[in-house]
């Protein structure tokens, strides 16, 4: 079963940045792409971001454009969000997610991932 374990999250200022990582227990190179999720209080959980294994498939969603960045280490089964000129409005916890995403041409919605972390909380003062 796939395990997925967020970090790197915390309070920040406006401006600044934080790269968030999401650990899997068993890295499914071929199969498995990862999202990126967040969830602000009172609001429904979004899609930020996407990957799959082979670099492939990267989506970001418009308000994080320019700002969020995608990379990974595959030997350490770990993908990264790396978030920059963060704002007010980025406060969030943040999830990632993992499922057979790959024929997806765009981010995918919470249903479309079968395995989610526990999330890790940004927050973001200004």
């Known amino acids: 079963q796939v395990q997925l374990v967020e970090s790197g999250g915390g309070p920040v200022q406006a401006g600044g940045s934080l790269r968030l990582s999401c650990k899997a227990s068993?890295?499914?190179?071929?199969?498995?792409?990862v999202g990126w999720f967040r969830q602000a209080p009172g609001k429904e959980r979004e899609g930020v971001a996407h990957?799959?294994?082979?670099?492939?498939?990267?989506y970001f969603a418009d308000s994080v454009k320019g700002r969020f960045t995608l990379s990974q280490d595959k030997r350490a089964h770990t993908v990264y969000l790396q978030m920059n000129n963060l704002k007010p409005d980025d406060t969030a916890v943040y999830f990632c997610?993992?499922?057979?995403?790959?024929?997806?041409?765009?981010?995918?919605?919470?249903?479309?991932?079968?395995?989610w972390g526990l999330g890790t909380q940004v927050t973001v003062s200004s």
């Open positions: 997610a993992a499922g057979k995403t790959r024929l997806l041409a765009r981010l995918p919605k919470p249903y479309e991932l079968n395995y």
């Open positions: 068993e890295y499914i190179y071929e199969d498995f792409c």
């Open positions: 990957i799959c294994p082979d670099g492939s498939r990267r």
